[in-house]
């Protein structure tokens, strides 16, 4: 029997661009050359490429070294979803393949930020470090506004900094800071001031789609900005949870926001603590963040089956201490590469397909 497949599910953005080698940020180069290492064939598709739910029949692009070739083949036994899915029937088919004995990891990977805030929540040890978090509804946006001076109100369900708005107090009243569009493109940010009555188009946005709303954190800073860490979080060769890379993210001065999509820039955090906090253990503070990184990925790992592969945004207080932000199901990888980290953007394709191997093998996940 020869070297077995890896499934690796993919949008048709990436599955049309892999055979003119137009694959944007994912490097999957990495895929193959991780999977020449730990004996395994990588095997793009998409849902509708699987063309008989009888035979589990896929039609997927099969790289082997430099050289891609579209073929039929049984649906591989382990797939690592890279895929967003959000309808009600893709998950029902992806359902369908488990009880079938496919094993899928990161399977559902979008999920709401109320839902991770609420199970974040069950660990005693992890509560001290979350926002204030509560759905935006009216009431709940009047009562933070009461509590606290400065708030993040954003969509439950989006990513990459899409749609969120900063609330802030000012002399005369509050200062509502909002993008033009939901586009990724957005490229305008509008300000509107206001006494006491909260602003028909806040009421509207938050009316129209699930928000949430939350304490806005104490983030440290570098060169006046505020910066936060993106942390990839992976299963590895022996299926347990390790830390591949932390990058820090600093917002642009024109936005409070950190996400490279949003033109945040980036750079390693040991430069900053050397930079802006000399005063801080630079070893001790990336132990800490390292710590707390990997027991949210357990406890949410435990609450939410099947994850394997999560980027957490944590931020950090002046002092070292860690805060949670959000985490991501799929990780935007390419944070790594922008900031010269060249080993750990390599890693994070490499793991995936370590425990791909390590399932295959008969391994199971470890808590």
Not at 21 to 26: A, I, L, M, V
Not at 261 to 270: E, I, Y
């Amino acid at each position: 029997m020869g070297e077995p497949y890896v499934g690796i599910l993919v949008n048709d953005t990436l599955y049309e661009g892999i055979p003119q080698g137009k694959t944007n940020n994912e490097a999957i180069s990495y895929y193959r050359d991780a999977a020449m290492q730990y004996g395994v064939i990588p095997a793009y598709f998409r849902i509708q490429d699987v063309i008989s739910a009888d035979t589990l029949k896929v039609t997927a692009i099969i790289q082997r070294g430099h050289i891609c070739t579209l073929e039929l083949i049984d649906l591989p036994k382990v797939i690592h979803n890279r895929a967003i899915y959000l309808d009600h029937r893709s998950y029902q088919i992806m359902e369908s393949w488990i009880k079938r004995g496919i094993l899928i990891f990161n399977r559902w990977n979008r999920y709401s930020k109320l839902l991770i805030h609420q199970l974040l929540m069950k660990d005693e040890v992890i509560r001290p470090h979350l926002p204030g978090t509560y759905p935006a509804t009216l009431h709940n946006v009047k009562q933070m506004m009461q509590a606290y001076d400065s708030l993040i109100i954003k969509p439950t369900n989006s990513s990459i900094g899409r749609g969120v708005m900063k609330l802030d107090r000012i002399r005369t009243g509050w200062k509502l800071i909002y993008p033009k569009s939901m586009k990724l493109t957005n490229k305008t940010w509008n300000t509107m001031r206001f006494r006491k009555t909260v602003p028909t188009l806040l009421r509207t946005k938050i009316s129209r789609r699930a928000y949430i709303v939350q304490q806005r954190l104490p983030l440290a800073t570098y060169d006046g900005r505020p910066f936060d860490l993106r942390i990839s979080v992976q299963r590895g060769a022996g299926g347990d949870w390790q830390i591949t890379g932390i990058v820090a993210k600093v917002a642009s001065r024109k936005l409070f926001l950190t996400n490279v999509a949003q033109g945040g820039a980036v750079m390693t955090l040991p430069a900053i603590l050397a930079e802006e906090y000399p005063n801080l253990d630079a070893a001790q503070v990336c132990q800490q963040i390292a710590d707390f990184s990997l027991r949210v990925a357990r406890h949410l790992s435990r609450e939410l089956p099947h994850m394997a592969d999560m980027g957490l945004d944590i931020g950090i207080t002046k002092d070292g201490y860690p805060l949670f932000i959000e985490c991501n199901g799929k990780d935007q990888r390419y944070s790594f590469r922008e900031a010269g980290m060249m080993e750990e953007w390599r890693a994070t394709y490499y793991n995936p397909i370590a425990y791909a191997k390590y399932l295959l093998d008969g391994g199971t996940p470890v808590y």
